[in-house]
């Protein structure tokens, strides 16, 4: 199972380019779509679930050219989206229901048996009678999840699910997720770079429309061992460093002191200690590297 | 703040493109009304002397668009009010330090200038339309800002007020935009039933003040404006518009306030069970996940149309689902009951007579309101089921499923097919109810299950597919609505523009006969398959609309025109294309061949009638004082085939010369509703065929002599039907036709404005131009379940060959006229001192025999009291199929009456209403006098005799048996029916002696009733009928020269005393209007124990002139002596009436008073304080306004002296 984006290319009418010649080629599993606000994460991520059409290139699913053929990606795809609304009024149960009529799930009782499997996955069962108009947030997106899921899809997309939602939810939700992704790809994208680290096996970070990294995240944090450091240093204190030493984030502790996370090849001074890298690292390394490169475009 | 908030709206508002093409709209419909009815659209309008611009015709455009500003409002102030919640902003906003009064009036007076900005379009685009060049300049006035000023300031801006502030507290409340729209449809329920209640002469105060835009108030004054004045009167300000305006700018107000009350800034508006819900979830989150770890049911995917099929079935359930989960919907469709039970137990005749409450007419008459009703409902609700999943934002979660866009469409459709569905069975349901209360149990269900999902829906239906259109291309509910509304009126008045042929006019019902008038002896009649068609016609067209709604239909996101562009040609494949192109096929293919099959008339009707009619009459109307022979015998066979819609018939006729001189021509003209063939019996040859007059010209070989006589022989058959045209009156029950399809003789132009003095013009007598007096002997055949009735004796009845014979013939000499009725009857049979009465009726209509019966009776009394006696042994009253109309008729001694007289629901007579069969009974019996016995000549004024009369006949029967209050009753209707046509005259009325044509019914009618009742009040009934009697006795039996209206009057003269002949001159021969009013009354005790009463009254009297001007009777000392027009001087009679009590039972004066001037003062001794002073009781009198004619002494102040 495989899912081959090549070329993906899509720019807005206020001249945006919201992808950029975009080449990935996904395989089974959990794959983390990271990337800052505005990024390309959505619109790559529509442009998959079939919401809305690229300028150019091609998207193979399998056999699927999902381009030329949307409805054959429709019928093995679950899709939830950044933000969605439901019909006020209407109970988990019937929108189940209407979602199973429109993935064209024919057999009332294979409707019924399937709506009971994905309700209790998302252990929404003892609420199906209630407005889902009226569900807190956690639940809704578990809502979400439980549409999605009604015609046993293999390609899930998720996109940003886990904003807004509290640690207990989070979790909740995460471990459903997990679940599910195990004998399809899933397409998960988040700013929230734990959220990744924790659930996929494949990743990629987009910034501005363009693939930065792409790859396994035990590797890529393998590849940074003994590359990041950590200073702590007091809040009115400047540290200047080299332009081989890249800053990549600072952490506040409570009694006010920072601490820097640095990336250098070799130890970039004796108030340095070596640190174990995280996913977290990868992301904000690409991050400078992408903007620095624009800098330099831009002079 | 508030200048903040407030510019933010409106920039927000002048930002968007909705905006401009309302305003647009606005200033268009404006433009084009004004200058189209001041000609810029047609030639000549030379005719018409109504000012396109003048300040009642601009209010009258204004009420027009405020209906369609009733949609635009909810969306301008609704959006306002939700817009934050639509965004989801308002979290971020609410925050904000604000004042809940500076950020209401902010958002509401922006959303109010923008509505107010849509109306100063309308001004400039009335004002604007007034400046073309090249209109017609007596149309036009001056443009002036005052009119415009005070429309604006009294009736728009408040109206609008008014409806912005509820649409705004509606949407606080509900906080939900669509909440909007049920208001609307309330108010137009509201408004509706305003304007029902204030149609009566005397609604009173209340009535005019509920209905809440002013425009009852208004028209209840300006209902009684003649043409001058509509023209250049401004819209008046009366007691009552302003009251109405006090009241409900008052409401105003309050909204304002329970808006500021209710507006809180709170992310939800939480309801009770809401917060039950709340707790309930938080409970099951904390509940601890238990999971069964099972692997995914096994399951299949459905494919091909049955599935299909089945998945568009249940997606329009879900649909209608989740509309009916709102309560919105639900209270819709309460109104609709409400609705359907207002109008089904309201069913009133123009009269005011109930009818019983049929299937059929619990259907028929409150379908109109009912199905603008259905059709704004369905626009609005295909707009919710279209735009909702982008508007909750499910959209995303839906167009990602391998659901095909054809079954998502087809299942919205659906779903507002059930929806109709849904409306249309609240009219069954009110129907029954509405049958139950009245004690009616005949439930035709199948009937109502025929006519409202066979008949309406399928017209529902093709409104409901364009809404579907409309609204999917415009993605705006609101916006949508508006266009759907414009398009709801606008098609109606296609005509307007020149097109006249249905095939071009959406879903529209054509014209004649498609009215689907259901009888309960005829059923739907010929109309319906022609019905079926066209709405086949406009649902291919739908189909049509629904294959390009369907490619243009917007799946996911789309960014830019193009892409949406892209995403149509993608969808433009094989096979949709085909699909197209066979319906554009089908629809185009349809259209050529309904306009095809509608042009075979082998009838000629309307307009095509009546061109070929002038034709003739420009080629042969030298022909029209050319000496013929006259009919004086006629001998007819008719068979008649009710199940085939058929008749044939044979006959001759004895035809003798009463001229001076030889007669080598006969002129032969035939019917061009049957086929004629025709002979004489003496040799002759046919020198002259005109097909299009239908005139043959007969040579006689050897001329016929005075004195000889000559026969015709002729046989015809009636035109079969077509699909589209009804081409004979033969019903498969309730035939009914007149012997007009028989040939005649000679040629007689169709001029009806004969004058009295023309040579000739008294040689004919009204009812026939070829014979005087015939008798008449007829052989009817019809089918073996029918009897066939026509005037006449029935001599002789048999059944041959499976058909039933029926033989009539004449004891006395008739005229050439006579009527044919062929059904299945039952008889109901009386005696009248040796009169047999007789009616035919439909066994299931037995309701108001006995009023029938009673009428013929009390008529008989009168006539043979007053007049002469009846001249034949029989009277006949006979039903017929209503789809053949709502009339009866008189024939010597053989009276048809429509099926909808048998069916009304005759209140106890101490009740309102008028006894409808009883009057029509007696006044149909009267024309057996007024038309039979006295037959004026077919001159101008004649039907000032025949209906005139037969109407003051059937009053004065109608007070001798149920009192004076009830003729007053019958009076005040018909002063109203007189006073609304005179008002709505486009040129100079008529006197009721010249009065010519069938135009203007209610001069003879009406009018005419009114001036003898006047005349019979002022110098006496019995004086009035010795009068009558004298005209009758002199003009009896007497063949030509035939008397006119002249003559009538000469005899009038005689019993009309010298100080009361300016009546006859004001009833007769002029048309003369009062405006009289009791100004104050003032009692004085007089020390013997009696009162006296100072009453102060003035009296107006005027005529029109050609202009419409009024030209007031003046004051006996003011009038300039010297050139005296002594026809303008006021010198009346008034009559004055003082009563105890609210009857007219025993007055305590009654008497008439001289008047000379328009103020006076007169004093009167009474015995008691009276109840009340009236001026006119009697309503002898034109008053144009009654109202203030009764000084009630409960409004009166005491004066003790």
Same mark, same amino acid.
């Given at each position: 199972?495989?899912?081959?984006?090549?070329?993906?290319?899509?720019?807005?009418?206020?001249?945006?380019? %919201?992808?950029?010649?975009?080449?990935?080629?996904?395989?089974?599993?959990?794959?983390?779509?990271?990337?800052?606000?505005?990024?390309?994460?959505?619109?790559?991520?529509?442009?998959?679930?079939?919401?809305?059409? /690229?300028?150019?290139?091609?998207?193979?699913?399998?056999?699927?050219?999902?381009?030329?053929? /949307?409805?054959?990606?429709?019928?093995?795809?679950?899709?939830? /989206?950044?933000?969605?609304?439901?019909?006020?009024?209407?109970?988990?149960?019937?929108?189940?229901?209407?979602?199973?009529?429109?993935?064209?799930?024919?057999?009332?009782?294979?409707?019924?048996?399937?709506?009971?499997?994905?309700?209790?996955?998302?252990?929404?069962?003892?609420?199906?009678?209630?407005?889902?108009?009226?569900?807190?947030?956690?639940?809704?997106?578990?809502?979400?999840?439980?549409?999605?899921?009604?015609?046993?899809?293999?390609?899930?997309?998720?996109?940003?699910?886990?904003?807004?939602?509290?640690? %207990?939810?989070?979790?909740?939700?995460?471990?459903?997720?997990?679940?599910?992704?195990?004998?399809?790809?899933?397409?998960?994208?988040?700013?929230?770079?734990?959220?990744?680290?924790?659930?996929?096996?494949?990743?990629?970070?987009?910034?501005?429309?363009?693939?930065?990294?792409?790859?396994? /995240?035990?590797?890529?944090?393998?590849?940074?061992?003994?590359?990041?450091?950590?200073?702590?240093?007091?809040?009115?204190?400047?540290?200047?460093?080299?332009?081989?030493?890249?800053?990549?984030?600072?952490?506040?502790?409570?009694?006010?002191?920072?601490?820097?996370?640095?990336? %250098?090849?070799?130890?970039?001074?004796?108030?340095?200690?070596?640190?174990?890298?995280?996913?977290?690292?990868?992301?904000?390394?690409?991050?400078?590297?992408?903007?620095?490169?624009?800098?330099?475009?831009?002079? | 703040?508030?200048?903040?908030?407030?510019?933010?709206?409106?920039?927000?508002?002048?930002?968007?493109?909705?905006?401009?093409?309302?305003?647009?709209?606005?200033?268009?419909?404006?433009?084009?009304?004004?200058?189209?009815?001041?000609?810029?659209?047609?030639?000549?309008?030379?005719?018409?002397?109504?000012?396109?611009?003048?300040?009642?015709?601009?209010?009258?455009?204004?009420?027009?668009?405020?209906?369609?500003?009733?949609?635009?409002?909810?969306?301008?102030?609704?959006?306002?009010?939700?817009?934050? @919640?639509?965004?989801?902003?308002?979290?971020?906003?609410?925050?904000?330090?604000?004042?809940?009064?500076?950020?209401?009036?902010?958002?509401?007076?922006?959303?109010?200038?923008?509505?107010?900005?849509?109306?100063?379009?309308?001004?400039?685009?009335?004002?604007?339309?007034?400046?073309?060049?090249?209109?017609?300049?007596?149309?036009?006035?001056?443009?002036?800002?005052?009119?415009?000023?005070?429309?604006?300031?009294?009736?728009?801006?408040?109206?609008?007020?008014?409806?912005?502030?509820?649409?705004?507290?509606?949407?606080?409340?509900?906080?939900?935009?669509?909440?909007?729209?049920?208001?609307?449809?309330?108010?137009?329920?509201?408004?509706?039933?305003?304007?029902?209640?204030?149609?009566?002469?005397?609604?009173?105060?209340?009535?005019?003040?509920?209905?809440?835009?002013? $425009?009852?108030?208004?028209?209840?004054?300006?209902?009684?404006?003649?043409?001058?004045?509509?023209?250049?009167?401004?819209?008046?300000?009366?007691?009552?518009?302003?009251?109405?305006?006090?009241?409900?700018?008052?409401?105003?107000?309050?909204?304002? =306030?329970?808006?500021?009350?209710? !507006?809180?800034?709170?992310?939800? =508006?939480?309801?009770?069970?809401?917060?039950?819900?709340?707790?309930?979830?938080?409970?099951?989150?904390?509940?601890?996940?238990?999971?069964?770890?099972?692997?995914?049911?096994?399951?299949?995917?459905?494919?091909?149309?049955?599935?299909?099929?089945?998945?568009?079935?249940?997606?329009?359930?879900?649909?209608?689902?989740?509309?009916?989960?709102?309560?919105?919907?639900?209270?819709?469709?309460?109104?609709?009951?409400?609705?359907?039970?207002?109008?089904?137990?309201?069913?009133?005749?123009?009269?005011?007579?109930?009818?019983?409450?049929?299937?059929?007419?619990?259907?028929?008459?409150?379908?109109?309101?009912?199905?603008?009703?259905?059709?704004? =409902?369905?626009?609005?609700?295909?707009?919710?089921?279209?735009?909702?999943?982008?508007?909750?934002?499910?959209?995303?979660?839906?167009?990602?499923?391998?659901?095909?866009?054809?079954?998502?469409?087809?299942?919205?459709?659906?779903?507002?097919?059930?929806?109709?569905?849904?409306?249309?069975? &609240?009219?069954?349901?009110?129907?029954?109810?509405?049958?139950?209360?009245?004690?009616?149990?005949?439930?035709?269900?199948?009937?109502?299950?025929?006519?409202?999902?066979?008949?309406?829906?399928?017209?529902?239906?093709?409104?409901?597919?364009?809404?579907?259109?409309?609204?999917?291309?415009?993605?705006?509910?609101?916006?949508?609505?508006?266009?759907?509304?414009?398009?709801?009126?606008?098609?109606?008045?296609?005509?307007?523009?020149?097109?006249?042929?249905?095939?071009?006019?959406?879903?529209?019902?054509?014209?004649?006969?498609?009215?689907?008038?259901?009888?309960?002896?005829?059923?739907?009649?010929?109309?319906?398959?022609?019905?079926?068609?066209?709405?086949?016609?406009?649902?291919?067209?739908?189909?049509?609309?629904?294959?390009?709604?369907?490619?243009?239909?917007?799946?996911?996101?789309?960014?830019?025109?193009?892409?949406?562009?892209?995403?149509?040609?993608?969808?433009?494949?094989?096979?949709?294309?085909?699909?197209?192109?066979?319906?554009?096929?089908?629809?185009?293919?349809?259209?050529?061949?309904?306009?095809?099959?509608?042009?075979?008339?082998?009838?000629?009707?309307?307009?095509?009638?009546?061109?070929?009619?002038?034709?003739?009459?420009?080629?042969?109307?030298?022909?029209?004082?050319?000496?013929?022979?006259?009919?004086?015998?006629?001998?007819?066979?008719?068979?008649?085939?009710?199940?085939?819609?058929?008749?044939?018939?044979?006959?001759?006729?004895?035809?003798?010369?009463?001229?001076?001189?030889?007669?080598? *021509?006969?002129?032969?003209?035939?019917?061009?509703?049957?086929?004629?063939?025709? &002979?004489?019996?003496?040799?002759?040859?046919?020198?002259?065929?005109?097909?299009?007059?239908?005139?043959?010209?007969?040579?006689?070989?050897?001329?016929?002599?005075?004195?000889?006589?000559?026969?015709?022989?002729?046989?015809?058959?009636?035109?079969?039907?077509?699909?589209?045209?009804?081409?004979?009156?033969?019903?498969?029950?309730?035939?009914?036709?007149?012997?007009?399809?028989?040939?005649?003789?000679?040629?007689?132009?169709?001029?009806?404005?004969?004058?009295?003095?023309?040579?000739?013009?008294?040689?004919?007598?009204?009812?026939?131009?070829?014979?005087?007096?015939? &008798?008449?002997?007829?052989?009817?055949?019809?089918?073996?379940?029918?009897?066939?009735?026509?005037?006449?004796?029935?001599?002789?009845?048999?059944?041959?060959?499976?058909?039933?014979?029926?033989?009539?013939? &004449?004891?006395?000499?008739?005229?050439?006229?006579?009527?044919?009725?062929?059904?299945? @009857?039952?008889?109901?049979?009386?005696?009248?001192?040796?009169?047999?009465? $007789?009616?035919?009726?439909?066994?299931?209509?037995?309701?108001?025999?006995?009023?029938?019966?009673?009428?013929?009776?009390?008529?008989?009394?009168?006539?043979?009291?007053?007049?002469?006696?009846?001249?034949?042994?029989?009277?006949?009253?006979?039903?017929?199929?209503?789809?053949?109309?709502?009339?009866?008729?008189? !024939?010597?001694?053989?009276?048809?009456?429509?099926?909808?007289?048998?069916?009304?629901?005759?209140?106890?007579?101490?009740?309102?209403?008028?006894?409808?069969?009883?009057?029509?009974? *007696?006044?149909?019996?009267?024309?057996?006098?007024?038309?039979?016995?006295?037959?004026?000549?077919?001159? $101008?004024?004649?039907?000032?005799?025949?209906?005139?009369?037969?109407?003051?006949?059937?009053?004065?029967?109608?007070?001798?048996?149920?009192?004076?209050?009830?003729?007053?009753?019958?009076?005040?209707?018909?002063?109203?029916?007189?006073?609304?046509?005179?008002?709505?005259?486009?040129?100079?009325?008529?006197?009721?002696?010249?009065?010519?044509?069938?135009?203007?019914?209610?001069?003879?009618?009406?009018?005419?009733?009114?001036?003898?009742?006047?005349?019979?009040?002022?110098?006496?009934?019995?004086?009035?009928?010795?009068?009558?009697?004298?005209?009758?006795?002199? +003009?009896?039996?007497?063949?030509?020269?035939?008397?006119?209206?002249?003559?009538?009057?000469?005899?009038?003269?005689?019993?009309?005393?010298?100080?009361?002949?300016?009546?006859?001159?004001?009833?007769?021969?002029?048309?003369? @209007?009062?405006?009289?009013?009791?100004?104050?009354?003032?009692?004085?005790?007089?020390?013997?124990?009696? !009162?006296?009463?100072?009453?102060?009254?003035?009296?107006?009297?005027?005529?029109?002139?050609?202009?419409?001007?009024?030209?007031?009777?003046?004051? !006996?000392? +003011?009038?300039?002596?010297?050139?005296?027009?002594?026809?303008?001087?006021?010198?009346?009679?008034?009559?004055?009436?003082?009563?105890?009590?609210?009857?007219?039972?025993?007055?305590?004066?009654?008497?008439?008073?001289?008047?000379?001037?328009?103020?006076?003062?007169?004093?009167?001794?009474?015995?008691?304080?009276?109840?009340?002073?009236?001026?006119?009781?009697?309503?002898?009198?034109?008053?144009?306004?009654?109202?203030?004619?009764?000084?009630?002494?409960?409004?009166?102040?005491?004066?003790?002296?």
């Amino acid at each position: 199972m495989n899912l081959i984006i090549q070329d993906l290319k899509k720019t807005y009418p206020n001249g945006k380019a %919201a992808l950029n010649s975009i080449n990935l080629n996904i395989g089974t599993g959990m794959f983390g779509l990271l990337g800052p606000n505005g990024a390309g994460k959505s619109t790559l991520m529509r442009t998959l679930a079939t919401l809305q059409l /690229p300028d150019a290139g091609s998207i193979y699913f399998n056999e699927i050219d999902v381009m030329k053929d /949307p409805m054959a990606l429709r019928r093995i795809l679950g899709y939830l /989206p950044q933000e969605f609304g439901v019909y006020p009024g209407l109970s988990a149960q019937d929108l189940l229901e209407y979602f199973c009529v429109l993935k064209g799930i024919n057999s009332a009782s294979d409707r019924k048996r399937i709506i009971e499997y994905v309700l209790e996955l998302t252990n929404l069962t003892e609420v199906r009678r209630q407005a889902v108009s009226r569900f807190s947030g956690g639940m809704k997106q578990r809502f979400g999840i439980a549409q999605l899921l009604l015609n046993n899809p293999r390609l899930i997309i998720v996109d940003e699910p886990t904003a807004g939602l509290d640690p %207990a939810e989070r979790n909740r939700f995460l471990n459903v997720l997990r679940q599910v992704g195990t004998e399809s790809i899933v397409i998960f994208s988040s700013h929230i770079v734990d959220d990744i680290s924790e659930l996929c096996n494949q990743f990629a970070i987009l910034n501005h429309g363009e693939i930065l990294k792409n790859g396994d /995240p035990t590797q890529s944090i393998l590849d940074l061992t003994g590359m990041i450091w950590e200073r702590n240093i007091q809040t009115h204190e400047e540290a200047i460093y080299s332009h081989e030493v890249i800053r990549l984030s600072s952490k506040y502790h409570p009694d006010n002191s920072k601490v820097l996370r640095l990336f %250098a090849s070799k130890p970039p001074d004796n108030m340095c200690v070596p640190a174990q890298p995280h996913l977290e690292d990868v992301y904000f390394l690409e991050m400078h590297r992408s903007n620095d490169s624009e800098q330099n475009t831009a002079i | 703040m508030t200048g903040t908030i407030f510019l933010f709206e409106l920039k927000f508002w002048l930002k968007n493109p909705a905006t401009y093409l309302y305003a647009c709209i606005f200033f268009l419909l404006a433009f084009f009304s004004v200058a189209g009815a001041a000609g810029l659209f047609q030639e000549d309008i030379s005719h018409q002397i109504k000012v396109a611009n003048a300040p009642l015709a601009i209010y009258v455009l204004s009420n027009l668009a405020f209906k369609l500003m009733l949609f635009v409002i909810p969306s301008i102030i609704g959006s306002s009010v939700s817009r934050e @919640f639509q965004h989801q902003v308002h979290s971020l906003l609410y925050s904000f330090p604000l004042y809940r009064g500076s950020f209401l009036t902010a958002k509401f007076s922006a959303a109010f200038c923008i509505l107010s900005l849509f109306w100063i379009c309308l001004i400039s685009g009335s004002m604007l339309g007034a400046l073309v060049p090249g209109l017609q300049p007596d149309l036009i006035q001056p443009v002036e800002w005052e009119p415009y000023f005070k429309l604006l300031m009294v009736y728009l801006l408040p109206n609008t007020l008014l409806v912005s502030l509820m649409v705004f507290l509606i949407n606080i409340l509900s906080r939900n935009q669509f909440s909007g729209f049920v208001l609307v449809i309330l108010l137009m329920i509201i408004r509706e039933i305003g304007l029902r209640l204030s149609a009566d002469i005397d609604p009173g105060t209340l009535a005019l003040v509920f209905e809440p835009f002013a $425009e009852s108030a208004t028209s209840f004054i300006t209902r009684n404006w003649t043409l001058a004045e509509q023209n250049s009167f401004p819209v008046p300000l009366s007691s009552d518009v302003i009251l109405n305006r006090i009241v409900y700018l008052s409401i105003c107000g309050l909204m304002a =306030v329970l808006s500021y009350q209710h !507006f809180h800034f709170h992310q939800d =508006v939480k309801s009770i069970s809401q917060v039950l819900i709340k707790r309930k979830n938080s409970l099951n989150s904390i509940k601890q996940e238990q999971k069964k770890h099972t692997i995914f049911p096994q399951f299949e995917y459905g494919s091909g149309l049955i599935f299909s099929l089945q998945q568009i079935w249940k997606l329009s359930s879900y649909e209608l689902k989740s509309i009916l989960k709102s309560k919105a919907f639900l209270l819709v469709l309460l109104f609709g009951c409400i609705l359907g039970f207002v109008l089904q137990s309201q069913i009133n005749t123009p009269y005011g007579i109930k009818v019983w409450p049929l299937t059929w007419v619990m259907l028929v008459f409150p379908v109109l309101f009912f199905k603008l009703f259905i059709a704004f =409902v369905s626009f609005f609700y295909a707009g919710i089921i279209i735009n909702k999943p982008r508007l909750e934002g499910m959209f995303c979660l839906i167009d990602v499923t391998p659901v095909k866009n054809r079954v998502l469409i087809a299942g919205k459709v659906l779903a507002l097919i059930k929806l109709q569905i849904l409306i249309l069975s &609240s009219l069954m349901i009110s129907g029954v109810t509405v049958q139950i209360v009245n004690t009616y149990y005949d439930f035709e269900i199948h009937h109502y299950l025929f006519d409202l999902y066979c008949i309406h829906l399928p017209e529902m239906i093709i409104w409901g597919i364009a809404a579907i259109f409309i609204q999917s291309i415009f993605s705006n509910t609101w916006f949508g609505l508006f266009i759907l509304a414009l398009l709801f009126f606008g098609v109606a008045e296609l005509t307007l523009i020149g097109i006249e042929q249905f095939i071009f006019r959406f879903n529209q019902n054509p014209d004649p006969g498609f009215y689907l008038q259901y009888s309960d002896l005829s059923g739907y009649s010929h109309s319906l398959k022609a019905y079926f068609i066209y709405k086949l016609y406009w649902l291919i067209f739908s189909g049509i609309l629904m294959m390009l709604a369907l490619l243009s239909w917007k799946r996911g996101r789309i960014f830019a025109g193009t892409e949406h562009l892209k995403n149509i040609r993608i969808r433009l494949q094989r096979r949709p294309a085909f699909i197209l192109l066979f319906l554009c096929a089908g629809f185009l293919s349809l259209g050529i061949w309904i306009n095809f099959q509608e042009g075979i008339t082998l009838v000629p009707f309307g307009e095509k009638l009546e061109i070929m009619e002038k034709e003739s009459d420009k080629k042969w109307s030298h022909l029209e004082s050319l000496p013929q022979p006259r009919i004086i015998d006629v001998m007819v066979k008719m068979d008649i085939f009710p199940e085939e819609h058929r008749f044939q018939s044979s006959g001759h006729y004895l035809l003798v010369n009463r001229s001076e001189v030889l007669i080598d *021509s006969i002129l032969i003209r035939t019917s061009h509703e049957v086929l004629t063939d025709f &002979s004489v019996d003496k040799p002759y040859s046919i020198i002259l065929k005109d097909t299009v007059a239908r005139l043959n010209v007969l040579k006689l070989d050897c001329p016929l002599y005075p004195g000889d006589s000559l026969i015709l022989h002729f046989s015809l058959k009636s035109i079969a039907n077509t699909l589209f045209h009804k081409n004979n009156q033969v019903e498969k029950n309730g035939t009914y036709f007149t012997s007009l399809i028989y040939p005649t003789i000679g040629y007689r132009t169709a001029r009806m404005d004969r004058k009295a003095n023309e040579t000739g013009a008294r040689d004919n007598h009204y009812r026939s131009f070829d014979s005087d007096y015939i &008798s008449l002997d007829l052989l009817l055949s019809t089918s073996k379940d029918q009897l066939a009735l026509a005037p006449g004796y029935l001599t002789e009845s048999y059944s041959e060959n499976g058909r039933n014979y029926f033989k009539y013939v &004449s004891k006395s000499p008739v005229t050439n006229d006579y009527a044919i009725v062929s059904g299945t @009857f039952k008889l109901h049979k009386e005696k009248w001192k040796g009169t047999e009465l $007789e009616i035919y009726y439909d066994s299931e209509h037995s309701y108001n025999l006995d009023h029938m019966i009673l009428g013929l009776k009390k008529t008989l009394d009168y006539q043979d009291t007053h007049l002469s006696p009846y001249q034949h042994e029989h009277i006949r009253i006979v039903e017929f199929s209503r789809s053949l109309g709502g009339f009866a008729q008189s !024939f010597a001694n053989f009276m048809p009456f429509s099926e909808i007289s048998f069916v009304m629901n005759i209140q106890a007579p101490n009740k309102k209403g008028l006894n409808l069969p009883f009057l029509g009974a *007696s006044h149909e019996l009267a024309h057996q006098w007024w038309g039979m016995q006295a037959i004026p000549a077919d001159v $101008e004024g004649y039907k000032m005799i025949t209906e005139g009369l037969a109407e003051y006949t059937s009053l004065m029967v109608l007070k001798k048996e149920y009192g004076p209050e009830k003729a007053l009753e019958f009076q005040k209707k018909a002063l109203q029916t007189y006073l609304a046509g005179s008002r709505n005259m486009e040129s100079t009325e008529p006197a009721l002696m010249y009065n010519q044509g069938n135009e203007h019914a209610f001069i003879p009618y009406q009018k005419g009733m009114l001036a003898f009742n006047g005349m019979a009040g002022m110098i006496g009934e019995n004086c009035l009928n010795e009068a009558l009697k004298s005209y009758l006795q002199n +003009v009896k039996g007497k063949g030509a020269p035939y008397s006119t209206t002249s003559d009538f009057i000469e005899h009038l003269l005689l019993f009309t005393p010298d100080s009361m002949r300016y009546l006859i001159h004001d009833m007769y021969e002029s048309v003369v @209007f009062y405006d009289n009013s009791i100004d104050s009354v003032v009692v004085d005790s007089v020390s013997d124990g009696t !009162f006296e009463l100072n009453i102060y009254f003035s009296i107006q009297k005027y005529s029109l002139n050609e202009k419409g001007e009024k030209q007031f009777f003046k004051d !006996f000392d +003011v009038i300039d002596k010297s050139p005296a027009q002594p026809d303008l001087l006021l010198q009346d009679y008034i009559p004055l009436g003082i009563f105890k009590s609210s009857t007219y039972d025993d007055p305590l004066y009654l008497s008439l008073i001289k008047v000379t001037s328009r103020y006076n003062h007169i004093r009167i001794k009474v015995a008691e304080i009276p109840h009340r002073i009236e001026l006119d009781p009697r309503m002898y009198l034109i008053d144009i306004n009654s109202k203030d004619n009764a000084f009630r002494m409960a409004e009166f102040k005491f004066h003790e002296n």
